[in-house]
């Protein structure tokens, strides 16, 4: 937020802030869905019950990626239509298309808590340096575009580090469970 707040000023950093925060409640949710689930991953891992396993992992990734769905779609509908019942809020509040972006790297970044709770390594760094190279990439470009484009040019680096980044790391820790 402080980026925002420098790059494009105190009004649009609060309507990014807004974004981020629909955003975020997808994660949420993913943890929720996610997190009781680990124990009974272990269980099937330390049995040997390896279908099982792949079978919870699979199950769970439906799961959360419909629950994070949707969010994303309430999320979007609530920003598309409160400008119309509150005419005051219309300024304060990001666009569907500012947040969409937002929301789409959200639901790659559910996949990959997924996959990164479920690896047989449980190594839990090597799923942080994926999220840190996305966050690196959408500093870097909001600082190198200055501003330009808003919070939709943020966004939007955002879901490009999400999706060059995030999903082939998902895929290839899916491959290896």
């Known amino acids: 937020m402080p980026i925002c707040f420098a790059l494009l000023g105190a009004i649009d950093a609060g309507r990014a802030g807004v974004a981020i925060q629909v955003a975020a409640a997808i994660g949420v949710i993913a943890g929720a869905i996610v997190g009781p689930k680990i124990s009974i991953a272990s269980r099937l891992v330390a049995e040997r019950l390896l279908q099982e396993y792949r079978t919870l ?20 509908a609530v920003l598309a239509l409160l400008p119309m019942l509150a005419p005051s809020m219309e300024n304060r509040l990001p666009s569907v298309l500012e947040t969409a972006p937002l929301l789409a790297a959200a639901l790659i ?69």
């Open 109 to 177: 970044n559910c996949l990959m808590s997924c996959v990164a709770v479920f690896s047989r390594a449980q190594k839990t760094e090597l799923f942080t340096m994926p999220l840190f190279l996305v966050a690196l990439i959408t500093i870097g470009g909001s600082l190198a575009a200055q501003g330009v484009g808003g919070i939709f040019t943020i966004a939007c680096l955002h879901a490009l580090g999400a999706l060059c980044i995030t999903l082939p790391f998902s895929v290839v820790g899916f491959r290896r469970t």
């Open 57 to 76: 992992l699979v199950r769970t990734m439906r799961l959360t990626m419909a629950a994070g769905a949707t969010v994303a779609f309430l999320g979007i």
